[in-house]
Nanobody, 125 residues
Framework: QVQLVESGGGLVQAGGSLRLSCVASGRTFESYAMAWFRQAPGKERDFVARIIWSGGNVYYADSVKGRFTISRDNAKNTVYLQMDSLKPEDTAVYYC??????????????????WGQGTQVTVSS
């Protein structure tokens, strides 16, 4: 049974940093892509960043490019999201997701097979 468990959320002032972690278990993920999404109150769940587990290719939403960095540690089966220069508009529940490698649709929620429970990030102004 696949499990994705996020941690690292919290309250931070604008301009600060947080690092989110997602520990993946239950299968091997070499043929998977991992992603982070976020959902603010009353809004849809939006794509934030994606990494190909085997090759390490990374992709970002325009709103976080240059501020957020996605990475993975194969030995720990863990994906990270380093978030710097945080803004109040980054406030949301952040979710980790996993999907078998497919060429299109990876910015959409329906593309992903597995989801974590989410971790709250709150950025105060």
């Amino acid at each position: 049974q696949v499990q994705l468990v996020e941690s690292g959320g919290g309250l931070v002032q604008a301009g600060g940093s947080l690092r989110l972690s997602c520990v993946a278990s239950g299968r091997t993920f070499e043929s998977y892509a991992m992603a982070w999404f976020r959902q603010a109150p009353g809004k849809e769940r939006d794509f934030v960043a994606r990494i190909i587990w085997s090759g390490g290719n990374v992709y970002y939403a325009d709103s976080v490019k240059g501020r957020f960095t996605i990475s993975r540690d194969n030995a720990k089966n863990t994906v990270y999201l380093q978030m710097d220069s945080l803004k109040p508009e980054d406030t949301a529940v952040y979710y980790c997701a996993a999907a078998r490698l497919k060429p299109t649709g990876w910015r959409t929620v329906s593309h992903y097979d597995y989801w974590g429970q989410g971790t709250q990030v709150t950025v105060s102004s």
